[in-house]
């Protein structure tokens, strides 16, 4: 089971801010495999998966946006009713907590990738979909 590296960025809120990150991205020819994004305590919140994490990272250090890493399962499921509800009572199972998920392109229109926060990752990595 793959981990990926998650970026975690917190910027103002306001309207066109994710278009602009976007964009800056696919300049430097970025690609966005996983996304999810909120407001918390009045910033905005991006969880991004991508295919170029160092360009990312750069990208957004040229931007002074401010962004944190962190390791994240990666599991590749079928795009089928129930099989995320079949992998994560899995994860229950085995006693590991998911914190957030959320799902991206897994190169396939039959299947996505599920990216979880995990209370164990290394147990994690152990449970097969």
Do not use: C
Not at 7 to 24: F, K, N
Not at 38 to 66: N, P, S, Y
Not at 110 to 122: A, P
């Amino acid at each position: 089971m793959p981990r990926a590296k998650q970026l975690t960025l917190s910027v103002p809120d306001r309207p066109g801010m994710l278009g602009q990150i976007a964009t800056a991205l696919g300049e430097k020819k970025v690609n966005i495999t996983g996304m999810s994004a909120g407001v918390m305590e009045g910033r905005g919140m991006i969880w991004l998966v991508v295919d170029k994490t160092a360009a990312a990272k750069k990208v957004f250090a040229q931007h002074g946006w401010d962004a944190k890493e962190d390791e994240v399962l990666a599991v590749t499921l079928a795009d089928t009713p129930g099989s995320l509800g079949r992998y994560a009572s899995k994860l229950g199972k085995a006693g590991i907590n998911i914190t957030f998920a959320y799902t991206g392109t897994a190169g396939s229109a039959r299947k996505q990738t599920g990216f979880f926060g995990v209370s164990d990752l290394k147990a994690a990595l152990k449970v097969r979909p």
